[in-house]
């Protein structure tokens, strides 16, 4: 980090209720959305480390709505850990106000920023290292929607409007098609035959969240293995980290996209699509692990629905990727031609799969629901 930006970082720490004198910064964690560091302050010879994040405004628009939401649902958090005797300290996120007193501060350029505990002696993983590890994010997961079941969902902000709104990106995805920007229509009729087939998908959930056969619950929006600290010596899932996107939705979705990216037999980007299935026995582990983790929260028609969850957003996210190759890559960052299409043909056969093996998908949720 160049000397510029540490003094300006060192200016930022100063906005918060830190005690000591700053030890070192340095550029933290593999996130791609906001500039995170970790910094270790001396404090009358102990040494304390926290995290730094200037929040993309780009993405998160309105700064005061996402940290409000941040702020109810870890005090939330945090209560119902006490409430059982666990640490709050490491099972939830722990914000440093700033000296004014408020969650967050934004600097003289108009940049937002955060401070957090560091939660010591705990891991993230960037992939699935060991089947185990699938499985303790999954409880980990799991135990999320159970904490905070009781919580009032449709009181949070929406911080990205219309994010897991299929319908929405359906319709998204039919514009881009009708204007061809880039007259890419042509190169790709398969795969637009693909989505239009499967317009039901795009809306199954939505309908039944109107119809009221779904609840509203508070969702992370971002639940791929890395964002969940696990306990180095335990190897346990101790807490859910990346808030960013906590806001109302359907807790099947939370389950899907974790299917979608973990149970994934290849890469995103996988040119080869003979190596993309779903690995039924890495769904069948997420499933025995989400399960246990909401201990009783869902309701019958989500366990029931959970496979479609994992459906409709794989299903999704290709569509999106699609849409993006439709509109000149402008949203996905992309490090060489064509990546957004072969990111959504990887997401279509993903989708293909699931439907060859529904009966197993289901009867393995069928077995973990008694």
Not at 160 to 173: L, M, P, Q, S, W
């Amino acid at each position: 980090m160049d000397e510029r930006w540490e003094k300006m970082n060192q200016e930022v720490i100063k906005n918060f209720k830190v005690d000591g004198s700053l030890i070192e910064m340095y550029p933290y964690g593999s996130g791609h959305i906001n500039d995170t560091y970790q910094f270790r302050m001396n404090q009358n010879g102990m040494e304390k480390r926290y995290i730094l994040q200037k929040m993309n405004h780009h993405i998160f628009k309105k700064p005061e709505e996402l940290m409000e939401n941040i702020e109810r649902v870890t005090a939330h958090l945090r209560k119902k850990i006490e409430d059982y005797g666990g640490n709050p300290e490491r099972e939830t996120l722990n914000l440093i106000p700033s000296v004014n007193d408020k969650s967050f501060y934004i600097d003289e350029n108009g940049n937002s920023w955060r401070v957090y505990k560091f939660i010591e002696d705990a891991i993230s993983y960037d992939s699935v290292e060991k089947p185990e590890d699938f499985y303790e994010s999954a409880v980990a997961f799991g135990k999320f929607q159970r904490l905070l079941a009781d919580f009032p969902a449709e009181t949070l902000h929406e911080t990205i409007e219309g994010f897991h709104d299929t319908k929405k990106r359906f319709e998204a995805f039919k514009k881009a098609v009708k204007e061809d920007k880039m007259k890419r229509v042509k190169l790709v009729s398969e795969e637009i035959d693909f989505v239009l087939k499967h317009q039901k998908t795009a809306c199954v959930l939505g309908d039944m969240l109107e119809n009221g056969e779904l609840p509203v619950r508070v969702t992370h929006n971002d639940t791929k293995l890395n964002n969940i600290m696990i306990d180095k010596k335990t190897r346990k899932g101790i807490c859910i980290i990346d808030l960013d996107t906590v806001m109302p939705g359907l807790a099947i979705n939370d389950f899907g996209d974790s299917i979608r990216f973990g149970a994934s037999t290849g890469a995103e980007d996988e040119t080869d699509l003979s190596k993309i299935s779903c690995d039924v026995e890495l769904f069948r582990l997420y499933v025995k692990g989400f399960i246990e983790g909401c201990a009783g929260s869902l309701t019958e028609k989500e366990i029931e629905m959970l496979p479609m969850g994992a459906k409709v957003m794989t299903f999704e996210c290709g569509m999106r990727f699609l849409t993006d190759y439709l509109e000149g890559d402008v949203y996905f960052k992309i490090h060489r031609e064509n990546q957004n299409l072969d990111r959504c043909r990887t997401q279509f056969k993903l989708v293909q799969d699931m439907e060859e093996k529904w009966e197993v998908l289901q009867s393995i949720v069928t077995e973990y629901q008694k």
